[in-house]
């Protein structure tokens, strides 16, 4: 079977199975967040901690609780990295430095996973199960919370309250994180990924040589930074590393739980608004993008510009011959278009207009369909947008799902759509705008300069901003600089976003129905789908243009 039929029946796999869990998934999650029934262990676990789980929170309580339990995070990972060689299974290794364990830090409690370091040479087995892999499964609990908490604000009526932050968490992480996390950690298991104890096992080549084959319990990491969106590998070379990703059938496996819980979401909230027209017309639009952009860059991948590529056959530079072109293209659109950041290839080797995809995938803010919660909720707000463009075309005041979106919802959904782009954008100029900085990124950090170059740092801080992770691999970001700027930057584009929309969820909830008219702009038919569509390309892509014809399509169209 060539690649091309292999790719194409990747991907047709791929779209019937998600087709088929939509429904079932999206409804046991529903279940999860609205029945009134708590676990023994997570009663426990709020004696222990000493919370009241039938006590409701406004948003500012809610928003409260949540940066506070990120906080204590951030700080037990930074510690765990810093006393490292004082912890069994240390590996030998020393304490990860101050500025680099601050990042890694920031990065893995944003959900972001982005490693400024090779892990397999920086953290021992300890820092890796007990500090990241916790964070994994907290920082996606953390997110679908907030999406929960948004749409419950769209559900309730004359409420002042949105939920309750560490029972949406706790609920998250045990109930729907942690089976889904152990049966597929078996399944890659029996697919041949490592997940072992034994440290690093010196063999004997055939040539005559050592080699130095790190081991690690890698299977267990491997399943929730998928199926969280975070994206962070074990080892340097992540899911293009075999002892990660082995065969091909891992490689489709591993997309698919990348994607299961973001696309299923839209169903989740169809049935807790109790309309699941709502869900199905989100989820299509999730769908058209993430199919649109998946298909150009198999296309652009695949047509190999350049001379290189063209002279070999194929654009097969940093990819796995195992996976071939159009499995390493899916992987990538799937890791951009959610904020995984995972890579089975090098984003850093596809030709230059390929490349451009995945960081166009981040820029449109990871809404098709976006990280666990994260993409849900940006979506939502896109779609408060869309609804309230409808208004003004018509003449009438917007109104989605019963609730009318006036000035106080429209200066909270702009402000959420402004604080990625000014993020990105402004951490890029800096990096090159201040001479200091800028000699210490062109001598130290970019080893390709020009186009490209710029690419490599715009790349860095998109992928920072939006919590994605992953990167234009020819970058050397383990600086000074971009350790504290990046550390920075995912902290503001989680948190910031998220204090904008638990404060939406709050606006909305207080509001009573309002009574459909003939004014009232339809928001489950292809007429409103389409509006969303082009407020998700014209809002959010768009503002990126600029920057791009000085980056990826200078170099890509030379």
Same mark, same amino acid.
């Given at each position: 079977?060539?690649?091309?039929?292999?790719?194409?029946?990747?991907?047709?796999?791929?779209?019937?199975?998600?087709?088929?869990?939509?429904?079932?998934?999206?409804?046991?999650?529903?279940?999860?967040?609205?029945?009134?029934?708590?676990?023994?262990?997570?009663?426990?676990?709020?004696?222990?901690?000493?919370?009241?789980?039938?006590?409701?929170?406004?948003?500012?309580?809610?928003?409260?609780?949540?940066?506070?339990?990120?906080?204590?995070?951030?700080?037990?990972?930074?510690?765990?990295?810093?006393?490292?060689?004082?912890?069994?299974?240390?590996?030998?290794?020393?304490?990860?430095?101050?500025?680099?364990?601050?990042?890694?830090?920031?990065?893995?409690?944003?959900?972001?996973?982005?490693?400024?370091?090779?892990?397999?040479?920086?953290?021992?087995?300890?820092?890796?199960?007990?500090?990241?892999?916790?964070?994994?499964?907290?920082?996606?609990?953390?997110?679908?919370?907030?999406?929960?908490?948004?749409?419950?604000?769209?559900?309730?009526?004359?409420?002042?309250?949105?939920?309750?932050?560490?029972?949406?968490?706790?609920?998250?992480?045990?109930?729907?994180?942690?089976?889904?996390?152990?049966?597929?950690?078996?399944?890659?298991?029996?697919?041949?990924?490592?997940?072992?104890?034994?440290?690093?096992?010196?063999?004997?080549?055939?040539?005559?040589?050592?080699?130095?084959?790190?081991?690690?319990?890698?299977?267990?990491?491997?399943?929730?930074?998928?199926?969280?969106?975070?994206?962070?590998?074990?080892?340097?070379?992540?899911?293009?590393?075999?002892?990660?990703?082995?065969?091909?059938?891992?490689?489709?496996?591993?997309?698919?739980?990348?994607?299961?819980?973001?696309?299923?979401?839209?169903?989740?909230?169809?049935?807790?608004?109790?309309?699941?027209?709502?869900?199905?017309?989100?989820?299509?639009?999730?769908?058209?993008?993430? *199919? #649109? %952009?998946?298909?150009? +860059?198999? @296309?652009?991948?695949?047509?190999? =510009? $350049? !001379? &290189?590529?063209?002279? /070999?056959?194929?654009?097969?530079?940093?990819?796995?011959?195992?996976?071939?072109?159009?499995?390493?293209?899916?992987?990538?659109?799937?890791?951009?278009?959610?904020?995984?950041?995972?890579?089975?290839?090098?984003?850093?080797?596809?030709?230059?207009?390929?490349?451009?995809?995945?960081?166009?995938?981040?820029?449109?803010?990871?809404?098709?369909?976006?990280?666990?919660?994260?993409?849900?909720?940006?979506?939502?707000?896109?779609?408060?947008?869309?609804?309230?463009?409808?208004?003004?075309?018509?003449?009438?005041?917007?109104?989605?799902?019963?609730?009318?979106?006036?000035?106080?919802?429209?200066? *909270? #959904? %702009?402000?959420?759509? +402004?604080? @990625?782009?000014?993020?990105?954008? =402004? $951490? !890029? &100029?800096?990096?090159? /705008?201040?001479?200091?900085?800028?000699?210490?990124?062109?001598?130290?950090?970019?080893?390709?300069?020009?186009?490209?170059?710029?690419?490599?740092?715009?790349?860095?801080?998109?992928?920072?901003?939006?919590?994605?992770?992953?990167?234009?691999?020819?970058?050397?970001?383990?600086?000074?600089?971009?350790?504290?700027?990046?550390?920075?930057?995912?902290?503001?584009?989680?948190?910031?976003?998220?204090?904008?929309?638990?404060?939406?969820?709050?606006?909305?909830?207080?509001?009573?129905?309002?009574?459909?008219?003939?004014?009232?702009?339809?928001?489950?038919?292809?007429?409103?789908?389409?509006?969303? *569509? #082009?407020?998700?390309?014209?809002?959010?892509?768009?503002?990126?243009?600029?920057?791009?014809?000085?980056?990826?399509? /200078?170099?890509?169209?030379?």
């Amino acid at each position: 079977m060539n690649d091309l039929s292999a790719g194409i029946l990747q991907g047709a796999t791929l779209v019937l199975i998600l087709v088929l869990l939509y429904r079932p998934l999206g409804d046991a999650m529903a279940l999860v967040y609205t029945s009134p029934r708590h676990l023994r262990i997570e009663r426990g676990l709020y004696r222990l901690f000493g919370v009241d789980p039938e006590s409701e929170q406004t948003w500012r309580a809610y928003a409260r609780g949540l940066l506070l339990f990120s906080v204590g995070g951030m700080l037990a990972v930074y510690l765990l990295q810093r006393m490292q060689s004082l912890l069994p299974y240390s590996l030998g290794l020393p304490p990860v430095p101050p500025g680099l364990a601050f990042n890694t830090a920031a990065s893995f409690v944003a959900n972001t996973n982005w490693q400024s370091y090779s892990p397999e040479q920086t953290v021992g087995f300890v820092v890796q199960t007990s500090g990241l892999a916790v964070q994994n499964f907290l920082s996606a609990a953390v997110g679908i919370a907030v999406a929960i908490a948004l749409v419950r604000g769209f559900a309730r009526r004359g409420s002042g309250t949105i939920g309750n932050f560490w029972v949406d968490t706790t609920r998250g992480a045990i109930r729907l994180m942690l089976p889904i996390a152990v049966l597929g950690a078996v399944a890659l298991i029996a697919g041949g990924v490592v997940q072992n104890l034994t440290g690093v096992a010196d063999v004997h080549t055939l040539a005559g040589g050592t080699q130095h084959i790190p081991g690690g319990p890698t299977a267990s990491q491997e399943v929730i930074k998928l199926l969280g969106t975070n994206g962070g590998g074990f080892f340097n070379a992540n899911s293009a590393h075999p002892f990660e990703n082995p065969t091909p059938w891992t490689n489709l496996f591993e997309i698919l739980l990348i994607l299961a819980i973001p696309f299923a979401l839209p169903r989740t909230f169809g049935r807790i608004i109790g309309d699941d027209r709502q869900g199905y017309a989100i989820v299509s639009v999730m769908g058209v993008l993430f *199919l #649109a %952009s998946t298909t150009l +860059l198999s @296309v652009l991948e695949s047509a190999g =510009g $350049g !001379a &290189a590529p063209q002279l /070999a056959g194929a654009a097969m530079e940093g990819k796995e011959q195992r996976f071939g072109i159009l499995g390493s293209t899916l992987f990538g659109s799937a890791s951009t278009l959610t904020s995984t950041g995972a890579v089975d290839s090098m984003h850093d080797s596809y030709t230059p207009l390929g490349g451009m995809m995945p960081l166009l995938n981040m820029m449109l803010g990871e809404i098709a369909p976006g990280g666990v919660g994260s993409g849900l909720y940006g979506m939502l707000v896109l779609a408060v947008i869309a609804v309230f463009v409808g208004g003004l075309l018509v003449g009438r005041t917007p109104e989605y799902l019963g609730k009318r979106i006036g000035q106080r919802e429209m200066t *909270l #959904a %702009s402000l959420y759509i +402004l604080v @990625v782009p000014m993020l990105v954008l =402004g $951490g !890029a &100029a800096l990096s090159f /705008a201040i001479p200091g900085i800028r000699a210490d990124v062109e001598k130290t950090s970019i080893l390709n300069p020009g186009a490209h170059g710029l690419s490599e740092v715009l790349y860095a801080f998109t992928s920072a901003a939006n919590n994605n992770g992953s990167a234009f691999a020819g970058l050397n970001a383990n600086t000074p600089w971009l350790n504290t700027s990046l550390g920075v930057v995912m902290l503001l584009g989680r948190f910031l976003p998220i204090v904008l929309v638990l404060a939406l969820a709050g606006a909305l909830a207080q509001q009573r129905s309002v009574p459909a008219t003939t004014g009232t702009l339809p928001t489950h038919r292809p007429l409103f789908i389409g509006l969303l *569509l #082009a407020v998700a390309i014209v809002i959010t892509a768009l503002t990126y243009f600029p920057v791009l014809t000085l980056g990826p399509l /200078a170099e890509g169209l030379v």
